[in-house]
C-alpha cells in the first residue's frame, strides 16, 4: 500500500497578524507595479522614486513593526526571526545602494523579486510559526495594537508609472 504524505491545512489568519498580512497586500502591489513598468520600458528613475516613497512610508514602518511587535516573541536565535531580520535588512540595503546612484530595470526587478519571496515566507511560513508558537495572551496583547494608521502614498503619488504608456 502507497502512503500518502499528509499535508497540514494552512492555518486561517489570527485576528493580530490580519493587518501585517494587509500590509503584505500593498507589498506585492508594488512588486506588481514595478514589474510592470518595467515590462512597459518605464524610466527606471520614476519607479526609483516611488519605491523610494513607498520604502519610508510604508515598507520601513511595517519592518520596524513586524520586529519591535512579533519577532521579539521568539527566542534568541530562532531561525524564522533571523531569516525575517536577515530579508529585512536586505531590502533595505538594496534601496540604499541607490540614494546616490540612479537603479535600473534589473535593479528594481531584483527588488520586486526578493521583495516578493519575503513577503511569501512571512505568509506562507513565519505568520503560521508565531500562531503556533505565541500563546493566547500574547496574541491577544498583539491584537491590540492599533495598526491601523496607513500612509496611502498612491493616492498623493503624481506619477501612476504603473498605468502610463508614455517611458519619459
Request: aromatic share 10%; hydrophobic share 40%.
Amino acid at each position: 500500500m502507497e502512503s500518502k504524505a499528509v499535508v497540514p491545512q494552512p492555518l486561517k489568519r489570527h485576528a493580530a497578524l490580519q493587518s501585517y498580512s494587509r500590509d503584505h497586500h500593498f507589498g506585492l502591489l508594488l512588486v506588481w507595479k514595478l514589474r510592470k513598468g518595467c515590462r512597459k520600458g518605464i524610466a527606471a528613475k520614476r519607479m526609483q522614486d516611488y519605491l523610494q516613497c513607498s520604502l519610508q512610508a510604508e515598507l520601513l514602518p511595517h519592518f520596524r513593526d513586524e520586529e519591535q511587535f512579533l519577532l521579539t516573541h521568539l527566542p534568541a536565535g530562532d531561525d524564522y526571526a533571523n531569516r525575517t531580520w536577515q530579508e529585512h535588512a536586505a531590502l533595505e540595503q538594496l534601496a540604499a545602494s541607490w540614494t546616490n546612484a540612479a537603479a535600473t530595470h534589473e535593479d528594481l526587478l531584483r527588488f520586486a523579486d526578493l521583495l516578493e519571496a519575503h513577503i511569501r515566507f512571512e505568509e506562507r511560513g513565519l505568520f503560521s510559526y508565531l500562531q503556533l508558537q505565541l500563546d493566547a495572551a500574547t496574541l491577544q496583547q498583539l491584537e491590540a495594537i492599533d495598526r491601523t494608521a496607513r500612509e496611502d502614498v498612491d493616492s498623493q503619488w503624481p506619477d501612476l508609472f504603473w498605468l502610463d504608456n508614455q517611458k519619459k
